[in-house]
């Protein structure tokens, strides 16, 4: 079964940088559909913020051009999501998933597997 694991969360200053990634064991990303979602507290889960496709094209939502980049590197099973000029609204619990096969839209329930979240926290 895929498992989705995220690393690289904490505590950034605003306008600050951070590279978030996802990994999975035994499962190649690359015949997947990586989204990056986030949970704020006391808001519903937004997102895709962005998603990849396997052959590597990139999705955004409109709102986060910019501010946003999302890369797979197939040598290390890795997606990362790359958050630029951090601010504090930006706080939240970022999650990964995945879907198999190239999907630019996915209805909420049809991910099939998901992280467990890591905490970004954007405060001075």
């Known amino acids: 079964q895929l498992q989705l694991v995220e690393s690289g969360g904490g505590l950034v200053q605003p306008g600050g940088i951070l590279r978030l990634s996802c990994t999975a064991s035994?499962?190649?990303?690359?015949?997947?559909?990586i989204g990056w979602f986030r949970q704020a507290p006391g808001k519903l889960r937004e997102g895709p913020l962005s998603?990849?496709?396997?052959?590597?094209?990139?999705y955004y939502k409109e709102a986060l051009k910019g501010r946003f980049t999302i890369s797979r590197d197939d040598a290390k099973n890795t997606v990362y999501l790359q958050i630029s000029n951090l601010q504090p609204e930006d706080t939240a619990v970022y999650s990964c998933a995945a879907k198999r096969g190239s999907w630019i839209s996915v209805p909420p329930d049809a991910w099939s597997a998901w992280g467990q979240g890591i905490q970004v926290t954007v405060s001075s």
């Open positions: 998603l990849i496709i396997p052959d590597g094209t990139p």
């Open positions: 035994e499962v190649d990303l690359s015949i997947n559909t």
